[in-house]
């Protein structure tokens, strides 16, 4: 309740947690404001024929329609809630990979430390888009492989922030007292490290949400991401590809092929990155004294 309070008092934190829950009400309420066709997946996006040509905004498309006529206003409700989902289960799953090695590393020690951050450096030695863009390819297209390749690199940040302060807390007047008073390693872990060891991992992990969706939708614009017509913010970028510039004397003709998606994706980012610094601010007890002055 306490940090709840200091996220309300904290104008730029509340302006991320508006973003962030009215992303939410568009999740929540997409079969109502983009009811989907009788018998067809609601991540299917209705086109309005096959003209490479889009079509301006008007009519039963508020927004317009992209080059294959894919109406961009369902694309950008249903697409909210994929963002959602390839964040979430992303962060989700990364968050408790590294959170896992990262403790078994700081915690015993020796060789498990040593065999655990060996694999991290080598993991990190590859760009993670690259390397996230090599590993969808072999598995093949499709948003499902795509989320797989974010995680298989996106968990090393996480082992080496937990490791750090799993080895800062293990040394602790409580935890040898713990040990001589007979406590288990998994008791000791779960009950006194983790709990005080997990806040900078929040705070990974709120970023990371944004971060991976932008990750997700870069690949898609490349071709790489949601099978063609699916409900994604980035494949409807990468329909607007060959009219971000409109004709001759008319540069801004198809400025709406761009704007809609690319704001989805901008405040979608913006809203977790506020909330992410917010989360910072208040976790990190150097920040407590500023936040009444913010």
């Known amino acids: 309740m306490k940090t709840v309070k200091k996220l309300v008092r904290n104008p730029i934190s509340l302006v991320g947690l508006v973003i962030v829950l009215f992303f939410i009400v568009i999740g929540i309420a997409a079969p109502w404001l983009a009811p989907p066709k009788p018998g067809y997946s609601p991540y299917e996006i209705p086109r309005d024929g096959f003209s490479a040509m889009p079509k301006s905004p008007g009519g039963k498309h508020p927004l317009g329609t992209t080059e294959g006529q894919y109406d961009i206003y369902h694309g950008v409700i249903w697409g909210t809630r994929t963002a959602f989902r390839v ?13 896992i090695l990262g403790t078994l590393a700081g915690y015993y020690g020796g060789m498990a430390d040593e065999l655990i951050m060996r694999i991290v450096d080598i993991f990190l030695a590859f760009p993670r888009l690259v390397a996230a863009m090599t590993l969808t390819t072999i ?156």
């Not at 289960?89 to 408790?96: A, D, G, K, N, Q």
């Not at 406590?183 to 000791?188: D, E, K, Q, S, V």
């Not at 409807?236 to 994706?265: C, E, H, M, Q």
């Open 87 to 99: 964040g979430l289960i992303i962060t989700v799953s990364i968050t408790v990979i590294g959170v």
């Open 139 to 294: 598995l093949g297209k499709g948003l499902d492989k795509v989320m797989i390749a974010l995680i298989v690199f996106g968990w090393m940040g996480y082992a080496r922030v937990i490791r750090s302060e799993i080895l800062s807390l293990r040394e602790e007047s409580y935890i040898e007292a713990s040990k001589a008073v007979g406590a288990g390693n998994l008791r000791i872990i779960c009950r006194h490290l983790l709990p005080n060891a997990i806040y900078p991992v929040f705070v990974m992990a709120s970023l990371d949400i944004g971060s991976m969706v932008l990750s997700a939708a870069t690949l898609s614009f490349l071709g790489l991401g949601a099978e063609v017509g699916y409900a994604d913010w980035g494949q409807l970028a990468s329909f607007t590809r060959n009219w971000i510039i409109g004709p001759p004397g008319d540069p801004l003709k198809y400025w709406y092929t761009v704007f809609y998606p690319g704001a989805a994706i901008l405040l979608f980012v913006l809203g977790w990155n506020l909330l992410g610094d917010a989360f910072r601010d208040i976790l990190d007890p150097k920040m407590q004294g500023q936040l009444g002055t913010v």
